[in-house]
């Protein structure tokens, strides 16, 4: 597609519940970040990929956090056992060859109830 | 968390005022970024800054990248309503492709 695709754009679940979010990147892009961004803050670094190796896992909270791409191109990311503190908009971010330029996509608001 | 501070929170101007807003950090980054986010969208990089003291500009938009390299201003010239939005800056410290921190954002308002 033309831009970075995010689904679904939005995400009610019951705490407790396991959910993935998907991204599917600019083709071609080699390098593919998640960023988690709280109400009136900018967004907070998670992982980072390039290809299919995960580069950066640092900024996951916790190990309820995963994150994969198998293939080198779609990448999901998974949130076990659900907690209300994990309700954010979660945006993907995709880069040609690992550049500043990263182009973010519309993301996924997550809301845990 | 965040380790950038933005200034300011927010900010009311009328069309055709130029518009300042800055952002400092207490450690160092290599590459400083500013980027534009609209309603239901995901930011959009407007300047990208490379070098300690350099000063660039894109259209209306000016930017530097502070001498010490902790800090960075961003100018909007003449603003217009397209320009409303919420601007963030970001650092960047190691080689391209690592993890940006981003500011809090400076929410602005554009008053035709």
């Known amino acids: 597609g033309a831009g970075v695709s995010q689904s679904p754009r939005y995400k009610v679940t019951k705490r407790g519940q396991d959910v993935a979010l998907r991204c599917d990147p600019i083709?071609?892009?080699?390098?593919l970040y998640w960023y988690r961004q709280a109400l009136g803050q900018g967004p907070e670094f998670l992982t980072y990929?390039?290809?299919?190796?995960?580069?950066?896992k640092s900024g996951l909270p916790n190990d309820r956090f995963s994150a994969e791409r198998p293939e080198g191109s779609i990448s999901t990311l998974t949130i076990q056992r659900t907690e209300q503190r994990d309700s954010a908009m979660y945006r993907c971010?995709?880069?040609?060859?690992?550049?500043?330029?990263?182009?973010f996509g519309q993301g996924t608001r997550l809301t845990v109830v | 968390g965040q380790q950038l501070n933005q200034s300011p929170q927010s900010m009311f101007i009328q069309e055709g005022e130029d518009v300042s807003m800055n952002c400092t950090s207490s450690?160092?980054?290599?590459?400083w970024l500013w980027y534009k986010q609209d309603p239901g969208e995901g930011p959009v990089l407007l300047i990208a800054?490379?070098?300690?003291?350099e000063l660039t500009s894109n259209g209306r938009l000016t930017a530097q990248f502070g001498i010490t390299r902790k800090d960075s201003f961003l100018n909007i010239s003449a603003s217009i309503p397209s320009d409303v939005g919420i601007y963030f800056c970001?650092?960047?410290?190691?080689?391209?492709?690592?993890?940006?921190?981003f500011g809090e954002g400076t929410q602005l308002t554009v008053n035709p």
């Open positions: 450690s160092i980054f290599n590459t």
């Open positions: 971010a995709s880069s040609p060859n690992g550049g500043i330029e990263a182009f």
């Open positions: 990929f390039n290809y299919e190796a995960q580069q950066d």
């Open positions: 970001a650092g960047l410290r190691g080689a391209s492709g690592s993890r940006l921190t």
């Open positions: 083709s071609g892009h080699v390098s």
């Open positions: 800054l490379y070098k300690a003291g």
